[in-house]
């Protein structure tokens, strides 16, 4: 069964998040405070989680950060804070996608149903055989898609929903110039909230993980004007 964390503090809308929930047939987790969620997070596994940025104590931000410390799981935002720079901010913390307050519950269930739909990112598991070396100059960087895994050296490395989306469709295509619009209708291909500026908040946060030093990419490069290059090295 699908295990689902709600942290909300507004009672009303968080009873409202499990009925709906629930009726899909999901298992609901409930939280009003991120201090009780992260202890959900650590004391088992949570396939998704729908968080509200203004909390009581620490704020949704926060615990996006913290949470991503422990879990993959795909977060999805649900908030009334609506200004583009909150959304770069939730991004940039971890989160993989972000809902508008008020919300019909159709688009929070399609936000759910396509979040589940991604590929599971292997939080325990080891890189198979069938990876393709992205990079071999500071140690062998193998992405494997089967085994949904990014190693460096053997170590592997943690991948949000979102990151293994966009790396999926850049090594496909590497050394080829992918736009922004192109990586956006593939990484939120089942229904995105169109501002292509959140691509590049990804690339920033993908770009900490597979470059040697990320504010100067040699392997994830821009291309001004057009988009983003993988360089396989």
Request: hydrophobic share 40%; charged share 25%; no cysteine.
């Amino acid at each position: 069964m699908t295990r689902v964390l709600v942290l909300e503090d507004d009672d009303h809308l968080r009873t409202s998040l499990r009925l709906m929930l629930e009726q899909d047939g999901k298992e609901v987790v409930e939280a009003e405070r991120a201090e009780t969620a992260l202890q959900a997070v650590l004391a088992g596994p949570v396939d998704v989680m729908l968080v509200d940025l203004m909390l009581g104590g620490v704020d949704g931000f926060t615990f996006i950060r913290q949470a991503r410390q422990h879990t993959t799981a795909p977060i999805i935002v649900i908030s009334a804070r609506d200004s583009t720079t909150d959304v770069v901010l939730a991004l940039e913390a971890g989160a993989d996608d972000y809902v508008r307050k008020p919300f019909d519950v159709e688009e929070v269930q399609a936000r759910l149903a396509a979040a589940l739909r991604r590929p599971t990112i292997a939080e325990h598991g080891s890189a198979g055989t069938s990876g393709k070396v992205l990079d071999s100059t500071h140690g062998p960087l193998v992405f494997d898609q089967d085994a949904a895994s990014l190693t460096r050296g053997g170590e592997e490395i943690h991948l949000t929903h979102t990151e293994y989306q966009l790396l999926v469709a850049l090594s496909a295509h590497a050394g080829q110039v992918l736009s922004r619009s192109t990586l956006l209708a593939h990484a939120w291909s089942d229904g995105h909230y169109g501002d292509e500026r959140v691509v590049d908040v990804h690339v920033r946060r993908l770009r900490t993980k597979i470059e040697a030093d990320p504010g100067r990419p040699q392997l994830l490069s821009t291309v001004r004007g057009l988009g983003y290059r993988l360089n396989v090295r």
